[in-house]
């Protein structure tokens, strides 16, 4: 009796972690799709519902020196400026923001993640959303005005792929407008250029003048040869000419 208890238990275990090794190769099965232009959409791991989501936007942030000084270390920040599907406010459990830090003059690689609720980020990039850079009023800093437009390839299907395309932002009396430019291309990644603007002056020490020569003081020569004669035992005679 006490071994058919044994035996059962034994395959009751078996049975459990042959469950549990099914789901897990399944979950491992579960990946990102690639979406246009590097674009990545998909699971970012396990968890409780709802499943987090993310679609990560890649882009290229270059600096460029427009004086003789350069930046040093310097955040800037990409952020989703406008959504075309109910805006920014409705998606409060959304991040669709990234800061980039950038040492110096040259091109730096970046990406902007947007993770979230699954059906929430699904939402967000569903009918397209802007890009650009945060303005932060940096001394010596022009900030790039570039604007993107994200949005799905194949708008409606639920696995169309997404693609980056040039846009850009109108002063309105109503605020900022924001359009796709017509005709545009899509392109591999947003960029993004700043340039700063910095001189210092390098001076070099003047140099010490050269001392001029003194006036010929003839009561000081004298002085010294009496002193040198003296020494000697030689006297020294000046005779004063007559009239």
Same mark, same amino acid.
């Given at each position: 009796m006490k071994r058919s208890r044994k035996t059962v238990f034994a395959l009751l275990l078996a049975l459990v972690m042959t469950l549990c090794l099914a789901a897990t190769a399944g979950a491992t099965e579960v990946g $990102?799709?690639? /979406?246009?232009?590097?674009?990545? *959409?998909?699971?970012?791991? &396990? =968890?409780?519902?709802?499943?987090?989501?993310?679609?990560?936007?890649?882009?290229?942030?270059?600096?460029?020196?427009?004086?003789?000084?350069?930046?040093?270390?310097?955040?800037?920040?990409?952020?989703?400026?406008?959504?075309?599907?109910?805006?920014?406010?409705?998606?409060?459990?959304?991040?669709?923001?990234?800061?980039?830090?950038?040492?110096?003059?040259?091109?730096?690689?970046?990406?902007?993640?947007?993770?979230?609720?699954?059906?929430?980020?699904?939402?967000? $990039?569903?009918? /397209?959303?802007?890009?650009?850079? *945060?303005?932060?009023?940096? &001394? =010596?800093?022009?900030?790039?005005?570039?604007?993107?437009?994200?949005?799905?390839?194949?708008?409606?299907?639920?696995?169309?792929?997404?693609?980056?395309?040039?846009?850009?932002?109108e002063k309105t009396e109503n605020g900022e407008i924001y359009s796709m430019v017509e005709d545009a291309e899509p392109v591999r990644e947003m960029t993004f250029e700043n340039t700063y603007t910095r001189n210092i002056s390098y001076t070099i020490p003047d140099e010490q003048p050269i001392s001029a020569p003194k006036t010929f003081d003839a009561g000081v020569a004298l002085y010294g040869v009496s002193a040198l004669l003296s020494l000697s035992g030689t006297a020294l005679v000046i005779k004063r000419k007559k009239g």
């Open positions: $990102g799709t690639v /979406g246009g232009e590097g674009i990545v *959409v998909g699971p970012v791991g &396990p =968890g409780n519902y709802p499943t987090p989501i993310e679609m990560e936007i890649p882009f290229i942030k270059t600096v460029k020196l427009g004086g003789n000084a350069g930046p040093g270390t310097t955040d800037f920040t990409i952020a989703v400026c406008h959504v075309n599907a109910h805006g920014l406010s409705h998606y409060t459990d959304v991040t669709y923001k990234v800061v980039i830090t950038t040492n110096g003059a040259g091109s730096y690689d970046g990406e902007l993640v947007i993770s979230g609720p699954k059906e929430q980020v699904k939402a967000f $990039g569903s009918e /397209g959303f802007f890009v650009r850079e *945060v303005n932060d009023n940096l &001394p =010596g800093w022009t900030y790039s005005d570039a604007v993107w437009f994200v949005k799905p390839e194949h708008p409606g299907e639920s696995n169309s792929s997404m693609e980056i395309r040039p846009a850009k932002m």
